[in-house]
């Protein structure tokens, strides 16, 4: 299971794009590269998952560069809500391990 | 769609005590996971059910700690007896099945445990 490395905390502004990079040197193969988001007292929720080059939805978009070796969540327009910890995991099986997370704080 | 489940939200006992949680996954979830996070530190995978049956639990403690999902509806985690250290919260999840790469773990709010 790949170790994957991201910033420990991020400060932004409501109505900024923000952008998380993850590194993950030594992803396999098989991993997908799956971000979830955690506020207080709740549990992880899914943000977005991808295999290579670029995936967006209605939340988020997620970069992946052809050596997958790092990816970057981009949140477009945060907002005091966006508050949170945010977790990017190389995961190539059901096992999911998590790191530290990021915790992005967004001010008014 | 009611999501995932758990109960109870907060429990504080006695080292030595028993305690049992319980984790209701989405219906139709054939997968079941839980995972703990200690004061501190990350969150980490326990076990891994698919359907009745144990897939992983190569995350689980030690002996004191027993998971069980019988008809592969909701699931329980005992804890038997109960150390300082166990305080923490535990989350469940659950997840469709299929391959790896398409199962997206739906997480419940989690168990907030108390040792003293």
């Known amino acids: 299971l790949a170790k994957t490395t991201q910033p420990i905390s991020m400060d932004s502004y409501e109505g900024q794009e923000v952008n998380i990079t993850c590194s993950h040197n030594?992803?396999?193969?098989?991993?997908?590269i799956t971000w979830y988001q955690q506020f207080p007292s709740q549990g992880p929720r899914f943000i977005i998952q991808?295999?290579?080059t670029k995936v967006t939805n209605e939340v988020a978009s997620l970069f992946i560069p052809a050596d997958r070796k790092s990816s970057t969540l981009s949140l477009p327009r945060v907002s005091l809500s966006d508050t949170a910890v945010y977790y990017c995991?190389?995961?190539?099986?059901?096992?999911?391990?998590f790191g530290a997370g990021t915790r992005l704080f967004v001010k008014a | 769609e009611a999501g995932v489940t758990q109960f109870p939200s907060h429990s504080v006992i006695e080292k030595g005590q028993t305690v049992t949680l319980r984790c209701d996954p989405i219906?139709?979830?054939?997968?079941l996971y839980w995972y703990r996070r200690v004061m501190g530190k990350e969150i980490k995978f326990l076990l891994h059910?698919?359907?009745?049956?144990?897939?992983?639990e190569s995350g689980m403690p030690n002996n004191r700690f027993l998971a069980e999902r019988t008809g592969g509806t909701y699931s329980t985690l005992k804890v038997q007896p109960a150390e300082l250290e166990d305080s923490g919260v535990y989350f469940c999840?659950?997840?469709?099945?299929?391959?790896?790469?398409?199962?997206?773990?739906?997480f419940g709010p989690g168990t907030r445990l108390t040792v003293l």
């Open positions: 059910f698919v359907k009745e049956s144990k897939q992983d």
């Open positions: 995991l190389a995961r190539g099986g059901f096992k999911t391990i």
């Open positions: 999840a659950s997840s469709q099945g299929g391959t790896a790469k398409s199962d997206t773990q739906y």
């Open positions: 219906s139709g979830h054939d997968n």
């Open positions: 030594n992803i396999a193969t098989n991993d997908y």
């Open positions: 991808g295999y290579k």
